[in-house]
């Protein structure tokens, strides 16, 4: 026997069982996102290396350490996503759309970093984000937040909060970042090694590092909303205006910062409980000047990203998805002869109740196993068909998650008789 090839590490499969309830958490976030008219857009998995290094910023960690990047057969440098912005901005630029009026789009699928695995942390991960274009204003902020509210309602999701900050403009963060240097540098030997680096390059950045020993040195820094400009005061005071009259909790943090270089102004995190110190689920932002420095005109851009691994395990958590099975309705044949007339009748009901699930029965077996296979299916019901009723123009139907008797009906009424059946479930 051959030697079993093993899955790359960091990256995991996703089983029958499983994907049912990523499908739940995928369709309700899209569905929040389409009741606030955002439309989907689909990029490919692998972009010149040039584009992430341009946007996201070369002295990040993502940039440095974390892509998975190579060289094709021509000599490019090609890197698979790490990230969805920066795609999503540079089709925008390639198709003209930021041409046209304020544009709302999200995107989909599998991002690639590599990480140490842990639990919320993968290889290949996957990532859904909206994007909005082309409005300048907080209230478009305040709207991708509001979608975010939605979005855990919809999935049943308590103790989700909401952090908030504002990292002003390029010119203004640059100031503070001079004073956030000044103040780090003081204290250089009570920083750690990662620190120490982040200090010549990103200082902001340390002002995200997870060390406990090094707590008490960020919460006495510099914060940055006391360092904003005028402008950027007043958007962020105008984004909490329309968060105070929606009624959305939230916390201003002023050591929240983003790890990608593009952001400006707003940015945020919603945080969830029970998934250890990745607790981050759905983040984002402003990247006002990202466009240009994509070549695109100036244009105003924010959006978020959420991690799906952690929400739908949040999900799960909370046992708020609807049970899963694997047909609705599970035929069985009492002799393979009858297979043909048996496909028949299965076809015409997934043609009369679209959405629901089928099963007719395949591989053979004695009637016995056929019901013990419709069992685990969980199905409500089964059909059966034996010679008797295939000649008389008739079907056996049996409810499965009850006491009602097996009933014999005309396979004409069938199609009514399960929809009523499978009204409630």
Known sequence: ????????????????????????????????????????????????????????????DVVEKEMYTFEDRSGESLTLRPEGTAGCVRAAIAGSLLHQRGQRIWYAGPMFRYERPQKGRYRQFHQIGAEAYGFDGPDVDAELILVGRRMWDALGLDGV??????????????????????????????????????????PLRILDSRNPEMAAL????????????EASAAHFAGLRELLDAAGVSYTVDPRLVRGLDYYTRT???????????????????????LVEELGGKPTPAVGWALGLERLVAMVEQAGTAPADREADVYMVVADEALLPQAFEIAESLRDALPGRRVIAHC????????????????????????????????????????????????????????SALLADS
């Open 1 to 60: 026997m051959a030697d079993r090839i093993s899955a790359v590490r960091g990256m995991n499969d996703l089983m029958p069982d499983a994907s049912a309830l990523w499908q739940f958490v995928e369709a309700t976030v899209a569905g929040a996102l389409s009741s606030y008219g955002y439309r989907e857009m689909r990029v490919p998995l692998v972009e010149r290396t040039e584009l992430f290094a341009r946007s996201i910023g070369e002295a990040t």
């Open 161 to 202: 909060s909401l952090r908030l900050n504002s990292l002003g403009t390029v010119e203004s963060r640059a100031r503070y970042r001079e004073v956030l240097a000044a103040h780090f540098a003081d204290h250089h030997d009570q920083l750690d090694e990662d620190s120490q680096r982040r200090l010549e390059r990103n």
């Open 218 to 229: 960020i919460a006495g820094a510099p914060a940055i909303t006391d360092h904003l400009d």
């Open 267 to 289: 940015v945020f995190e919603w945080v969830g409980t029970g998934l250890g110190a990745q607790d981050a689920i759905c983040s984002g932002g402003r990247y006002d000047s």
């Open 363 to 418: 591989g053979g077996g004695s009637m016995k196993s056929q019901f013990k296979r419709a069992d685990r299916s969980a199905a409500v019901l089964a059909l059966v068909l034996g010679a008797d009723e295939a000649a008389a123009g008739r079907i056996g139907l049996k409810v499965l998650r009850g006491d009602a008797a097996q009933e014999t009906l005309a396979q004409s009424a069938l199609a009514e008789r399960v």
